[in-house]
């Protein structure tokens, strides 16, 4: 198996993590977005949304976007629930991941990181919605050690990624103690640095 992906991107190192995690061989392939490298002919023939992650599996088939990525890569694991109403939660944070998550926090995280800009200087519905994103996670861990229950599963993957990485876009972790204690857990969890 190949990965594309950019080591900046949280949603390229949630793929990562979760093939390291699991003990599958790949090929890790550094495509530098900033460099616009999904852009050539060769990336969008394989990936015509010109996107990482991307993945050419060990069959030859591609694969893109990171949570369907996850869930096949997953397939069977204990990073899946058995549970059919647990894995239907895992699929519910996942989903909001990419909907009410990552456009706002990861968002932030590089126009300030990567283009430079100065916090004070980013749209406040970015950050109003940043920060309403992760006081959701702090509710979400009020009862709990991950986001399903006593043991990690694909929606801890996806929401640690660029939620330990939050403060690169100005957001205050210190002001989330149970999504500070939680990401401890999950890299942990995954050997994560």
């Known amino acids: 198996m190949r990965i594309y992906g950019d080591s900046i991107s949280g949603n390229c190192l949630k793929v990562k993590w979760a093939a390291d995690h699991l003990g599958l061989s790949y090929e890790w392939i550094e495509t530098d977005v900033m460099r616009a490298a999904t852009r050539t002919p060769e990336f969008l023939a394989m990936n015509p949304a010109g996107q990482v992650p991307a993945v050419i599996l060990d069959d030859g088939r591609p694969l893109a976007q990171s949570n369907a990525i996850l869930l096949h890569l997953a397939e069977g694991s204990d990073l899946i629930p058995a549970d059919a109403y647990e894995r239907a ?50 509710d979400g861990l009020a009862a709990q050690p991950f986001l399903v229950g006593d043991r990690v599963s694909l929606a801890d993957v996806a929401l640690v990624a660029y939620t330990r990485m939050a403060e690169e876009g100005g957001f205050r972790l210190a002001d989330c103690p149970k999504v500070q204690a939680w990401i401890g857990r999950v890299e942990t969890a995954l050997n994560i640095a």
Not at 93 to 113: D, K
Not at 117 to 130: F, H, I, M, S
């Open 89 to 138: 939660r895992m699929l519910e944070w996942m989903f909001w991941e990419q909907y009410s998550h990552e456009p706002y926090v990861a968002v932030a995280r590089f126009q300030v990181r990567y283009l430079g800009k100065a916090v004070a200087d980013l749209d406040p519905k970015l950050v109003e919605r940043g920060k309403a994103a992760l006081q959701r996670l702090e």
